[in-house]
Protein backbone atom coordinates (compact mmCIF):
# COMPACT_ATOMS: atom_id res chain seq x y z
CA UNK A 1 0.00 0.00 0.00
CA UNK A 2 1.25 3.71 -0.69
CA UNK A 3 -2.13 5.35 0.19
CA UNK A 4 -0.18 7.74 3.11
CA UNK A 5 1.38 11.26 2.02
CA UNK A 6 5.01 10.86 2.31
CA UNK A 7 5.88 13.70 4.89
CA UNK A 8 8.82 14.71 1.95
CA UNK A 9 7.58 14.60 -1.31
CA UNK A 10 10.19 12.65 -3.98
CA UNK A 11 11.26 13.77 -7.48
CA UNK A 12 12.96 12.76 -10.44
CA UNK A 13 15.42 15.27 -11.93
CA UNK A 14 15.43 16.36 -15.45
CA UNK A 15 13.09 17.84 -18.44
CA UNK A 16 11.69 15.47 -21.07
CA UNK A 17 13.83 12.67 -20.33
CA UNK A 18 12.69 8.98 -20.04
CA UNK A 19 12.07 8.09 -16.63
CA UNK A 20 11.00 4.86 -14.52
CA UNK A 21 9.23 4.54 -11.52
CA UNK A 22 7.45 2.28 -8.87
CA UNK A 23 5.91 2.41 -5.95
CA UNK A 24 6.33 -1.28 -5.47
CA UNK A 25 9.20 -3.42 -5.74
CA UNK A 26 8.96 -5.08 -8.93
CA UNK A 27 5.96 -3.75 -10.60
CA UNK A 28 7.27 -1.99 -13.54
CA UNK A 29 7.16 -4.88 -15.99
CA UNK A 30 10.63 -5.70 -17.08
CA UNK A 31 12.10 -6.09 -20.86
CA UNK A 32 8.15 -5.07 -22.43
CA UNK A 33 5.17 -2.59 -21.98
CA UNK A 34 2.76 -4.57 -22.41
CA UNK A 35 2.99 -8.73 -20.85
CA UNK A 36 0.13 -10.64 -20.98
CA UNK A 37 -0.28 -10.58 -17.33
CA UNK A 38 1.85 -7.91 -15.55
CA UNK A 39 3.31 -8.01 -11.81
CA UNK A 40 0.46 -7.84 -9.45
CA UNK A 41 -2.11 -8.35 -11.66
CA UNK A 42 -2.14 -4.63 -12.68
CA UNK A 43 -3.45 -3.22 -15.99
CA UNK A 44 -1.31 -1.75 -18.19
CA UNK A 45 -2.60 1.52 -19.70
CA UNK A 46 -0.46 3.80 -22.67
CA UNK A 47 -0.91 7.80 -22.23
CA UNK A 48 0.03 9.47 -26.00
CA UNK A 49 0.67 13.03 -26.13
CA UNK A 50 1.75 12.82 -29.85
CA UNK A 51 0.65 10.73 -32.70
CA UNK A 52 2.20 7.50 -33.23
CA UNK A 53 3.83 8.62 -35.85
CA UNK A 54 5.69 11.81 -34.71
CA UNK A 55 9.39 11.80 -34.90
CA UNK A 56 11.02 10.54 -32.75
CA UNK A 57 12.44 13.09 -30.78
CA UNK A 58 8.96 14.88 -30.62
CA UNK A 59 7.15 11.86 -29.41
CA UNK A 60 6.20 11.60 -26.47
CA UNK A 61 3.88 8.84 -24.80
CA UNK A 62 4.14 7.22 -20.92
CA UNK A 63 3.05 3.28 -20.12
CA UNK A 64 0.88 3.72 -16.55
CA UNK A 65 0.18 0.08 -14.74
CA UNK A 66 -2.72 0.64 -12.67
CA UNK A 67 -5.32 -1.76 -10.10
CA UNK A 68 -7.91 -0.56 -12.26
CA UNK A 69 -7.99 0.49 -16.12
CA UNK A 70 -9.53 4.02 -16.92
CA UNK A 71 -12.14 3.16 -18.92
CA UNK A 72 -13.85 1.70 -16.25
CA UNK A 73 -16.47 4.63 -15.29
CA UNK A 74 -20.02 5.77 -15.98
CA UNK A 75 -20.96 7.53 -19.10
CA UNK A 76 -19.83 11.43 -19.52
CA UNK A 77 -22.04 13.79 -19.34
CA UNK A 78 -22.11 17.79 -19.10
CA UNK A 79 -21.42 18.94 -15.69
CA UNK A 80 -24.11 20.30 -13.63
CA UNK A 81 -22.70 23.09 -12.23
CA UNK A 82 -22.07 26.64 -14.08
CA UNK A 83 -18.97 26.92 -16.16
CA UNK A 84 -19.73 29.98 -18.42
CA UNK A 85 -16.46 31.96 -17.18
CA UNK A 86 -14.63 28.86 -19.11
CA UNK A 87 -13.88 28.75 -23.10
CA UNK A 88 -11.57 27.52 -25.86
CA UNK A 89 -13.33 29.70 -28.34
CA UNK A 90 -12.82 32.55 -29.00
CA UNK A 91 -14.24 34.30 -31.93
CA UNK A 92 -17.27 35.95 -30.09
CA UNK A 93 -14.33 37.36 -27.69
CA UNK A 94 -13.64 41.39 -27.58
CA UNK A 95 -10.67 42.95 -29.60
CA UNK A 96 -9.19 46.17 -28.22
CA UNK A 97 -6.06 47.79 -28.70
CA UNK A 98 -6.13 49.45 -25.95
CA UNK A 99 -4.06 48.80 -22.36
CA UNK A 100 -6.05 46.93 -19.86
CA UNK A 101 -5.07 45.86 -16.62
CA UNK A 102 -6.45 43.55 -13.61
CA UNK A 103 -6.73 44.36 -9.80
CA UNK A 104 -6.06 41.44 -7.71
CA UNK A 105 -8.94 38.70 -8.56
CA UNK A 106 -10.87 38.37 -5.42
CA UNK A 107 -10.65 35.14 -3.49
CA UNK A 108 -13.93 33.58 -2.75
CA UNK A 109 -15.56 33.75 0.53
CA UNK A 110 -17.23 30.31 0.10
CA UNK A 111 -16.72 27.13 -1.11
CA UNK A 112 -14.76 27.03 -4.19
CA UNK A 113 -12.04 24.65 -5.53
CA UNK A 114 -9.86 24.93 -8.49
CA UNK A 115 -11.85 23.62 -11.47
CA UNK A 116 -14.33 25.51 -10.30
CA UNK A 117 -12.47 28.95 -9.84
CA UNK A 118 -10.77 28.91 -13.46
CA UNK A 119 -12.04 31.97 -15.15
CA UNK A 120 -10.97 32.49 -19.26
CA UNK A 121 -9.54 36.27 -19.45
CA UNK A 122 -7.86 35.97 -23.08
CA UNK A 123 -7.13 33.57 -25.83
CA UNK A 124 -6.69 32.66 -29.92
CA UNK A 125 -7.46 30.05 -32.26
CA UNK A 126 -9.73 26.77 -31.26
CA UNK A 127 -9.52 24.24 -28.78
CA UNK A 128 -11.20 22.09 -31.27
CA UNK A 129 -8.75 22.60 -34.05
CA UNK A 130 -5.75 22.02 -31.18
CA UNK A 131 -4.39 25.76 -32.51
CA UNK A 132 -4.12 28.21 -30.44
CA UNK A 133 -3.71 29.24 -26.61
CA UNK A 134 -5.82 30.31 -23.56
CA UNK A 135 -5.39 32.39 -20.20
CA UNK A 136 -6.84 31.63 -17.34
CA UNK A 137 -6.69 32.86 -13.67
CA UNK A 138 -7.86 30.38 -10.37
CA UNK A 139 -9.14 31.27 -7.19
CA UNK A 140 -10.06 28.68 -4.71
CA UNK A 141 -10.71 28.27 -1.07
CA UNK A 142 -11.61 24.34 -0.50
CA UNK A 143 -9.62 21.32 -2.25
CA UNK A 144 -10.61 19.16 -4.83
CA UNK A 145 -12.54 16.59 -2.56
CA UNK A 146 -13.38 13.02 -5.04
CA UNK A 147 -12.59 14.31 -8.06
CA UNK A 148 -10.29 15.27 -10.65
CA UNK A 149 -10.15 17.10 -14.10
CA UNK A 150 -8.46 15.79 -17.35
CA UNK A 151 -7.71 18.58 -19.64
CA UNK A 152 -8.18 16.82 -23.49
CA UNK A 153 -7.50 20.75 -24.85
CA UNK A 154 -3.68 21.02 -24.09
CA UNK A 155 -1.19 21.75 -21.95
CA UNK A 156 -2.15 23.28 -18.92
CA UNK A 157 1.09 25.81 -16.90
CA UNK A 158 0.20 26.69 -13.64
CA UNK A 159 2.05 29.62 -11.60
CA UNK A 160 0.41 29.90 -8.10
CA UNK A 161 0.70 34.23 -7.01
CA UNK A 162 -1.16 32.64 -3.44
CA UNK A 163 -1.26 29.40 -1.49
CA UNK A 164 0.33 26.24 -1.79
CA UNK A 165 -1.07 23.49 -4.51
CA UNK A 166 -0.72 20.01 -3.68
CA UNK A 167 -1.27 18.73 -6.74
CA UNK A 168 -2.04 14.98 -7.46
CA UNK A 169 -1.68 13.35 -10.71
CA UNK A 170 -1.51 9.75 -11.78
CA UNK A 171 2.08 10.07 -11.86
CA UNK A 172 2.50 11.42 -8.51
CA UNK A 173 2.71 14.34 -5.97
CA UNK A 174 3.49 17.73 -6.52
CA UNK A 175 3.86 20.37 -4.04
CA UNK A 176 4.15 23.98 -6.16
CA UNK A 177 4.16 27.08 -3.98
CA UNK A 178 4.55 30.66 -5.18
CA UNK A 179 7.44 30.90 -6.46
CA UNK A 180 7.53 27.89 -8.62
CA UNK A 181 5.43 26.34 -11.32
CA UNK A 182 3.46 23.14 -12.77
CA UNK A 183 3.19 21.79 -15.94
CA UNK A 184 0.23 19.31 -16.55
CA UNK A 185 0.74 18.08 -19.98
CA UNK A 186 -2.99 17.11 -22.34
CA UNK A 187 -4.61 14.33 -20.85
CA UNK A 188 -3.37 13.93 -17.44
CA UNK A 189 -5.49 13.52 -14.39
CA UNK A 190 -4.95 15.72 -11.86
CA UNK A 191 -6.74 17.01 -8.63
CA UNK A 192 -5.75 20.28 -6.72
CA UNK A 193 -5.32 20.64 -3.05
CA UNK A 194 -4.83 23.36 -0.62
CA UNK A 195 -2.68 21.45 1.88
CA UNK A 196 -1.83 25.18 4.20
CA UNK A 197 -4.72 27.47 3.39
CA UNK A 198 -7.79 28.48 2.71
CA UNK A 199 -7.18 31.05 0.10
CA UNK A 200 -5.65 30.18 -3.43
CA UNK A 201 -4.93 32.46 -6.39
CA UNK A 202 -3.08 32.04 -9.81
CA UNK A 203 -2.49 32.23 -13.31
CA UNK A 204 -2.72 29.05 -16.32
CA UNK A 205 -1.52 29.01 -19.64
CA UNK A 206 -2.81 27.14 -21.83
CA UNK A 207 -1.54 25.87 -25.17
CA UNK A 208 -3.69 24.07 -27.72
CA UNK A 209 -1.02 22.79 -29.76
CA UNK A 210 2.37 21.16 -29.21
CA UNK A 211 3.86 21.23 -25.82
CA UNK A 212 6.46 23.38 -23.87
CA UNK A 213 10.21 22.82 -24.77
CA UNK A 214 13.21 24.81 -23.26
CA UNK A 215 14.11 27.48 -25.57
CA UNK A 216 17.53 27.52 -27.49
CA UNK A 217 20.43 29.38 -25.97
CA UNK A 218 22.46 30.08 -29.04
CA UNK A 219 25.47 32.04 -28.29
CA UNK A 220 24.89 32.27 -24.76
CA UNK A 221 26.08 28.20 -24.72
CA UNK A 222 25.49 25.53 -23.04
CA UNK A 223 23.94 26.59 -19.51
CA UNK A 224 21.99 29.84 -17.88
CA UNK A 225 18.27 30.55 -18.00
CA UNK A 226 16.73 27.10 -16.85
CA UNK A 227 18.48 24.68 -16.26
CA UNK A 228 17.03 20.95 -17.12
CA UNK A 229 18.54 19.67 -14.17
CA UNK A 230 16.03 21.61 -12.25
CA UNK A 231 12.89 20.63 -13.49
CA UNK A 232 11.47 18.04 -11.21
CA UNK A 233 8.98 15.00 -11.82
CA UNK A 234 7.05 12.96 -9.38
CA UNK A 235 8.00 9.39 -8.63
CA UNK A 236 4.93 6.87 -8.52
CA UNK A 237 2.60 6.73 -5.91
CA UNK A 238 -1.20 5.39 -5.53
CA UNK A 239 -4.15 5.05 -3.13
CA UNK A 240 -6.38 1.61 -3.53
CA UNK A 241 -9.38 3.95 -2.68
CA UNK A 242 -13.04 2.47 -3.13
CA UNK A 243 -15.14 5.66 -3.20
CA UNK A 244 -17.55 7.69 -5.47
CA UNK A 245 -15.15 9.36 -7.53
CA UNK A 246 -16.13 12.42 -9.84
CA UNK A 247 -14.07 12.57 -13.33
CA UNK A 248 -14.10 15.88 -15.29
CA UNK A 249 -12.87 16.29 -18.97
CA UNK A 250 -12.05 19.51 -20.65
CA UNK A 251 -13.37 19.77 -24.38
CA UNK A 252 -13.15 22.76 -26.31
CA UNK A 253 -13.76 24.75 -22.58
CA UNK A 254 -16.46 23.15 -21.81
CA UNK A 255 -16.67 20.60 -19.01
CA UNK A 256 -17.75 16.69 -18.54
CA UNK A 257 -18.10 14.81 -15.55
CA UNK A 258 -18.44 10.70 -14.88
CA UNK A 259 -18.70 9.29 -11.87
CA UNK A 260 -16.74 5.97 -10.82
CA UNK A 261 -15.87 3.83 -7.56
CA UNK A 262 -12.75 4.20 -7.21
CA UNK A 263 -10.26 6.87 -7.09
CA UNK A 264 -8.03 7.35 -10.61
CA UNK A 265 -4.85 7.48 -8.91
CA UNK A 266 -4.16 3.82 -8.63
CA UNK A 267 -1.39 4.17 -11.02
CA UNK A 268 1.82 1.96 -9.05
CA UNK A 269 4.26 1.74 -11.80
CA UNK A 270 5.02 3.76 -15.04
CA UNK A 271 7.94 4.75 -17.03
CA UNK A 272 8.01 6.90 -20.15
CA UNK A 273 9.14 11.01 -21.13
CA UNK A 274 4.98 12.41 -21.30
CA UNK A 275 4.99 13.22 -17.80
CA UNK A 276 4.01 16.42 -15.23
CA UNK A 277 6.51 18.64 -14.07
CA UNK A 278 7.48 21.21 -11.78
CA UNK A 279 10.01 23.61 -11.74
CA UNK A 280 11.62 26.12 -8.60
CA UNK A 281 12.00 29.84 -10.08
CA UNK A 282 14.32 30.96 -8.38
CA UNK A 283 16.80 28.43 -9.80
CA UNK A 284 16.49 30.59 -13.21
CA UNK A 285 19.57 31.79 -14.14
CA UNK A 286 19.25 35.18 -16.01
CA UNK A 287 21.05 36.94 -18.14
CA UNK A 288 21.72 40.39 -18.92
CA UNK A 289 23.81 43.87 -20.41
CA UNK A 290 26.56 44.36 -18.79
CA UNK A 291 27.94 47.32 -21.03
CA UNK A 292 25.09 49.52 -22.20
CA UNK A 293 21.38 49.06 -23.56
CA UNK A 294 18.40 46.76 -22.49
CA UNK A 295 18.52 43.49 -23.67
CA UNK A 296 15.28 42.12 -24.97
CA UNK A 297 12.72 40.34 -22.73
CA UNK A 298 12.83 36.83 -24.49
CA UNK A 299 16.42 36.85 -22.91
CA UNK A 300 14.57 35.62 -19.83
CA UNK A 301 12.07 32.54 -21.37
CA UNK A 302 11.61 29.79 -18.89
CA UNK A 303 9.35 27.73 -21.53
CA UNK A 304 8.47 28.07 -24.90
CA UNK A 305 6.18 26.24 -26.70
CA UNK A 306 7.17 26.60 -30.74
CA UNK A 307 4.85 27.48 -33.77
CA UNK A 308 5.15 26.60 -37.05
CA UNK A 309 7.35 29.84 -37.78
CA UNK A 310 10.95 28.99 -36.52
CA UNK A 311 11.85 31.79 -33.72
CA UNK A 312 8.00 32.64 -32.74
CA UNK A 313 6.25 31.10 -30.40
CA UNK A 314 2.70 29.90 -29.75
CA UNK A 315 3.04 31.34 -26.56
CA UNK A 316 6.33 32.15 -24.37
CA UNK A 317 6.58 31.72 -20.89
CA UNK A 318 9.16 35.07 -19.51
CA UNK A 319 10.05 35.96 -15.89
CA UNK A 320 11.42 38.71 -14.42
CA UNK A 321 13.69 37.73 -11.49
CA UNK A 322 15.95 39.41 -8.82
CA UNK A 323 18.79 40.88 -10.79
CA UNK A 324 22.02 42.94 -11.00
CA UNK A 325 21.14 46.12 -12.99
CA UNK A 326 24.55 47.97 -14.42
CA UNK A 327 24.33 49.03 -18.23
CA UNK A 328 25.76 52.60 -18.40
CA UNK A 329 23.94 55.65 -20.55
CA UNK A 330 21.02 53.19 -20.42
CA UNK A 331 17.32 53.63 -19.88
CA UNK A 332 17.24 50.68 -17.65
CA UNK A 333 13.47 49.78 -16.75
CA UNK A 334 11.72 47.64 -19.77
CA UNK A 335 11.96 50.48 -22.64
CA UNK A 336 8.69 51.94 -24.54
CA UNK A 337 7.16 49.04 -27.24
CA UNK A 338 5.28 48.04 -29.76
CA UNK A 339 5.19 44.54 -30.24
CA UNK A 340 4.32 41.94 -32.74
CA UNK A 341 3.86 39.62 -30.04
CA UNK A 342 0.69 40.30 -27.24
CA UNK A 343 1.52 40.56 -24.22
CA UNK A 344 -0.15 39.52 -20.49
CA UNK A 345 1.73 39.69 -17.26
CA UNK A 346 1.51 39.10 -13.71
CA UNK A 347 3.07 39.88 -10.45
CA UNK A 348 3.48 36.58 -7.80
CA UNK A 349 4.96 39.07 -5.44
CA UNK A 350 6.90 42.41 -5.02
CA UNK A 351 6.89 45.60 -7.30
CA UNK A 352 7.59 45.21 -11.05
CA UNK A 353 10.13 47.59 -11.71
CA UNK A 354 8.17 49.15 -15.05
CA UNK A 355 4.59 49.86 -12.81
CA UNK A 356 5.42 51.30 -9.74
CA UNK A 357 1.95 51.78 -8.80
CA UNK A 358 -1.78 50.20 -9.55
CA UNK A 359 0.05 46.36 -10.75
CA UNK A 360 -0.19 44.44 -7.82
CA UNK A 361 0.50 41.03 -6.77
CA UNK A 362 -2.78 38.56 -7.93
CA UNK A 363 -3.30 41.42 -10.86
CA UNK A 364 -2.79 41.20 -14.35
CA UNK A 365 -1.83 43.55 -17.43
CA UNK A 366 -2.76 42.65 -21.22
CA UNK A 367 -1.21 44.59 -24.55
CA UNK A 368 -2.16 43.27 -27.70
CA UNK A 369 -0.33 43.43 -30.65
CA UNK A 370 1.11 46.48 -31.77
CA UNK A 371 -0.51 48.64 -28.36
CA UNK A 372 2.18 51.12 -27.49
CA UNK A 373 3.12 50.18 -23.72
CA UNK A 374 6.01 51.02 -21.09
CA UNK A 375 7.25 52.35 -17.89
CA UNK A 376 4.71 55.00 -15.70
CA UNK A 377 5.55 58.15 -15.47
CA UNK A 378 6.66 57.72 -12.02
CA UNK A 379 9.49 54.62 -13.21
CA UNK A 380 10.67 57.06 -15.89
CA UNK A 381 11.52 60.41 -14.06
CA UNK A 382 13.48 57.78 -11.26
CA UNK A 383 14.72 56.30 -14.15
CA UNK A 384 16.91 59.27 -15.98
CA UNK A 385 18.26 60.22 -12.53
CA UNK A 386 22.35 60.66 -12.43
CA UNK A 387 21.84 58.11 -9.14
CA UNK A 388 20.62 55.66 -11.36
CA UNK A 389 23.95 55.15 -13.09
CA UNK A 390 25.04 53.24 -10.20
CA UNK A 391 25.21 49.43 -10.32
CA UNK A 392 21.89 48.19 -8.89
CA UNK A 393 19.84 45.36 -7.35
CA UNK A 394 16.64 44.86 -8.36
CA UNK A 395 14.65 44.21 -5.48
CA UNK A 396 14.81 40.50 -4.41
CA UNK A 397 11.45 40.19 -2.90
CA UNK A 398 10.03 41.26 -6.51
CA UNK A 399 8.77 37.93 -9.00
CA UNK A 400 7.15 39.21 -12.28
CA UNK A 401 6.21 37.14 -15.20
CA UNK A 402 4.72 37.39 -19.07
CA UNK A 403 2.90 34.95 -20.90
CA UNK A 404 4.07 36.25 -24.75
CA UNK A 405 1.76 35.06 -28.01
CA UNK A 406 1.83 35.04 -31.17
CA UNK A 407 -1.85 35.23 -31.54
CA UNK A 408 -4.17 38.01 -31.54
CA UNK A 409 -5.54 37.70 -27.94
CA UNK A 410 -9.86 37.72 -27.69
CA UNK A 411 -10.96 38.97 -24.11
CA UNK A 412 -14.22 37.07 -22.57
CA UNK A 413 -16.85 38.97 -21.63
CA UNK A 414 -16.13 37.64 -17.85
CA UNK A 415 -12.29 39.00 -18.21
CA UNK A 416 -14.29 42.69 -19.23
CA UNK A 417 -17.15 42.61 -16.79
CA UNK A 418 -14.47 41.60 -13.88
CA UNK A 419 -15.10 44.51 -11.07
CA UNK A 420 -11.49 44.30 -10.84
CA UNK A 421 -10.87 45.74 -14.30
CA UNK A 422 -9.00 49.25 -14.45
CA UNK A 423 -9.97 50.46 -18.12
CA UNK A 424 -6.79 51.70 -19.86
CA UNK A 425 -4.72 51.57 -16.16
CA UNK A 426 -1.52 50.74 -18.11
CA UNK A 427 -1.43 54.32 -20.07
CA UNK A 428 1.65 56.46 -19.22
CA UNK A 429 1.34 59.84 -17.43
CA UNK A 430 -2.75 59.24 -16.68
CA UNK A 431 -3.12 59.25 -12.83
CA UNK A 432 -4.13 54.96 -11.67
CA UNK A 433 -6.78 56.63 -9.63
CA UNK A 434 -8.56 58.05 -12.84
CA UNK A 435 -8.49 54.98 -14.61
CA UNK A 436 -12.70 53.51 -15.25
CA UNK A 437 -13.91 50.76 -14.54
CA UNK A 438 -14.77 48.23 -17.66
CA UNK A 439 -18.79 47.64 -18.46
CA UNK A 440 -20.24 45.40 -16.42
CA UNK A 441 -20.66 42.47 -19.08
CA UNK A 442 -20.37 39.62 -16.82
CA UNK A 443 -23.03 36.60 -18.35
CA UNK A 444 -24.32 36.69 -21.35
CA UNK A 445 -22.64 39.28 -23.75
CA UNK A 446 -25.18 40.07 -27.00
CA UNK A 447 -23.69 41.69 -29.79
CA UNK A 448 -25.46 44.53 -28.71
CA UNK A 449 -23.71 45.07 -25.23
CA UNK A 450 -20.27 44.32 -27.42
CA UNK A 451 -20.81 46.40 -29.75
CA UNK A 452 -21.25 49.26 -27.28
CA UNK A 453 -18.29 48.46 -25.87
CA UNK A 454 -16.28 48.80 -28.47
CA UNK A 455 -17.61 52.08 -29.21
CA UNK A 456 -17.54 53.87 -26.61
CA UNK A 457 -16.39 57.35 -25.86
CA UNK A 458 -13.84 56.19 -22.84
CA UNK A 459 -12.67 53.56 -24.75
CA UNK A 460 -10.79 56.37 -26.45
CA UNK A 461 -6.98 56.22 -26.75
CA UNK A 462 -5.55 58.13 -23.38
CA UNK A 463 -4.06 61.46 -24.09
CA UNK A 464 0.29 60.74 -22.83
CA UNK A 465 1.50 63.24 -20.63
CA UNK A 466 4.59 64.83 -22.31
CA UNK A 467 7.74 65.03 -20.38
CA UNK A 468 10.27 67.96 -20.57
Not at 58 to 85: C, G, M
Not at 125 to 150: E, P, R
Not at 169 to 189: H, K, S
Not at 416 to 422: C, D, R, T, V, W
Amino acid sequence: MSDAVPPDLQYLSGFGNHFESEALPGSLPKGQNNPRVAPYGLYAEQLSGTAFTAPRRQNKRAWLYRIRPSVTHEPFHPLDFPVEHLTGEFDRGVITPNQLRWRPFAIPSDSVDFVRGLTTVCGAGSAGKKDGFAIHVYTASISMDNSCLANADGDMLIVPQQGTLRVTTEFGLLDVAPGEICVIQRGMRFSVGLPDTHAARGYVLEVFSGHFELPDLGPIGSNGLADARHFQTPVAWFEDRTCHYLVMQKYEGELFSAAQSFSPFNVVAWHGNYTPYKYDLGKFCPMNSVAFDHPDPSIFTVLTCPSAIPGTAVADFVIFPPRWTVAQHTFRPPYYHRNSMSEFMGLIRGTYEAKQEGFLPGGASLHLCMTPHGPDTSTYELAIQQANEEPRQLQADTLAFMFETNYMPRITAAALGSPHGMKGAARTGVALSQALRVPNLLGAASEQQLHKFRTAPQWLSPVVKPHA
